[in-house]
């Protein structure tokens, strides 16, 4: 037997067994006691020749022995479950490993295996099996950590370049998911079961911007500004939460705007998403009550009570961001703002100056760039808003003068 200079191990761990998880120092031993079969051989549970398994085929180690799956985590409440069709627990996610040993010190050897399993030989894939009784500290090293999938979390590769450091990310990172899938468990149990039972991948869309990685929960929303369609829609998540937590309707609108929504949106885009839902549910509410003249049209109107309600929500901070930014002007600049009864020459020339105070302060470390281009925004807005309100006022006097 030609031996092979590498081979290759993977393994899954869960959440539980992560505290006493040896990645490195350490003798490697089968995991698992070994049983006698009917020749008095040692094996594991299948029957195969008992010892440490290796591949030749990395490719194996990841996708077979080393892949987790999200049933391989740790239910945190039995009691909780989402959805009918699959029925889904809410886990702790399992972790994948993958070792490459150098065999230079390593006793290998072909294992035998179970002749009702010699079509499942390494599983299927290309690459030879091999085994050993241990494998000493010095001749693995850990190249793959994987950590699975979770209701909340996509799966997630850690570096391991650093095998310290490796380590330290990965807990690091469990402890959160784990923080976070029981904010959602906690959150579950305000509804009932039967709820619990229709809830879709709508809903479970919503539960990722709620409590994932970056759950809308964990930031302070009221210090964000609506500079951007994607802080716009972080506000509305939160607002509308801590306004009534169970109004999945209302949540799972909002990440429908959300996913409508490109890259290169703004708020205005939302803003217009909304009235051409509110457009398209009139529509539908007049041909309904063409076809149903004695019917309800609660659920219409409820519909566009929702849209409306979540437009004056953008609406208020908008107004509220923009008193800050006008404050903070007045405050760090000494200006008094002030656009009542100037006409358009002195509106030009003080937001002129406005403006150039606010670039002298960005220059002088007063304030920094996102800052700065907040505050030159409302000053642009509210200067150029009163001076189309003067051409307006302009047309319709003149309007007024022919009659």
């Known amino acids: 037997m030609e031996k092979p200079e590498i081979l290759y191990r993977g393994v899954k761990i869960t959440y539980d067994m992560l505290k006493d998880f040896k990645f490195y120092g350490t003798t490697l031993y089968p995991p698992n006691p070994y049983q006698i079969d009917e020749n008095g051989r040692k094996v594991v549970g299948d029957g195969n020749e008992y010892g440490l398994y290796m591949t030749t085929n990395k490719s194996v180690a990841l996708g077979a022995y080393a892949k987790v799956s999200t049933f391989d985590g740790t239910i945190i409440d039995k009691s909780i479950t989402i959805g009918i069709s699959p029925k889904e627990d809410v886990r702790i996610p399992a972790i994948g490993i993958v070792y490459k040993m150098d065999t230079k010190n390593i006793d290998i050897r072909k294992p035998f295996i179970k002749s009702s399993l ?82 879709k991948k709508d809903e479970i869309e919503v539960f990722k911007e709620l409590f994932g990685e970056k759950g809308v929960l964990y930031m302070d929303t009221s210090k964000l500004l609506l500079t951007s369609s994607k802080s716009c829609i972080k506000y509305l998540f939160s607002f509308c939460f801590n306004k009534n937590s169970t109004d999945l309707k209302t949540l799972k609108y909002i990440e429908s705007l959300n996913k409508r929504l490109k890259n290169y949106s703004n708020i205005k885009d939302i803003m217009k998403l909304i009235k051409e839902d509110i457009i398209i549910n009139e529509q539908k509410k007049q041909k309904f009550i063409s076809k149903n003249n004695s019917s309800s049209t609660l659920s219409f109107d409820n519909k566009n009570n929702m849209y409306q309600d979540i437009l004056n929500i953008i609406l208020t901070k908008l107004k509220e961001d923009e008193n800050k930014n006008i404050q903070m002007v007045e405050q760090i600049f000494n200006v008094t703002i002030n656009l009542e009864g100037k006409d358009k020459d002195q509106l030009l020339k003080e937001k002129e100056i406005i403006l150039n105070k606010i670039d002298d302060g960005y220059l002088e470390e007063l304030i920094d760039s996102k800052t700065s281009i907040n505050l030159k925004s409302t000053i642009f807005k509210i200067y150029n808003e009163q001076i189309e309100k003067l051409k307006e006022n302009f047309k319709e006097n003149r309007y007024r003068g022919r009659l």
């Open 118 to 199: 010699k079509g499942h030989y390494n599983n299927g894939f290309e690459g030879e099996e091999f085994i050993a009784d241990k494998v000493d500290k010095d001749s693995y090293k850990i190249t793959d950590i994987i950590i699975g999938e979770d209701i909340l979390h996509d799966a997630l590769k850690i570096d391991t370049k650093d095998i310290l450091k490796a380590e330290k990310t990965l807990k690091e990172v469990m402890e959160q998911r784990k923080k976070h899938l029981l904010y959602l468990v906690s959150y579950l149990k305000q509804f009932e079961p039967n709820k619990r039972f229709l809830f």
